[in-house]
């Protein structure tokens, strides 16, 4: 395909514990790849450097279109941890031929649930409430292809399958 390409993602589903939220999850903010920055100046050198020193905490938030018992029943619980997914379409556009393709995009979690909104009510107004998580896992798959895969646990860091962290792991002894 062309370089020119323009990409757009037109639509999602939110899957918790491998059953679909079609139509129950209004938004859902992923969690953003933050990288933990540290100082470093030194005699000799004529300024100071930012250098990376890990990853900050993973945290998103589900907003739902009302109270549903089967999440509530799992977002409740700080204690267990769930499979969350986030599945949408990518569709591709050349600008002088229209669209060219429709691919699967995918983002993939482990997460647990923090902070739960139970509502806003006005009359006539949908209510608004919201989950919060914090994730230990996460995987961004496009088309088949893994862009990048991060376990803060178990100290994975891949990107487009290059394990960028085994010699650091090797040199902890994992």
């Known amino acids: 395909m062309a370089g020119n390409a323009l990409h757009f993602i037109t639509n999602a589903n939110v899957y918790l514990d491998g059953n679909s939220l079609l139509g129950r999850a209004k938004e859902i903010k992923l969690p953003e790849i933050n990288v933990v920055q540290q100082e470093h100046q ?41 499979p969350l997914q986030c599945r949408g379409s990518l569709q591709r556009y050349n600008p002088a031929q229209g669209r060219q393709d429709e691919l699967p995009v995918a983002v993939f979690m482990t997460v647990m649930f923090s902070k739960n909104s139970l509502g806003s009510f006005k009359q006539h107004e949908v209510p608004e409430m919201s989950s919060s998580f914090t994730c230990s896992y996460i995987k961004q798959v496009m088309d088949g292809q893994v862009l990048l895969e991060l376990d803060v646990i178990a100290n994975i860091f891949k990107i487009n399958g290059e394990d960028i962290l085994t010699d650091y792991r090797a040199n902890l002894g994992a």
């Open 42 to 82: 030194a005699l000799g050198m004529i300024g100071k450097i930012q250098l990376p020193a890990g990853f900050d905490k993973l945290e998103g938030e589900i907003h739902w279109t009302s109270l549903y018992e089967e999440v509530a029943l799992r977002t409740i619980n700080p204690f267990k941890a769930y």
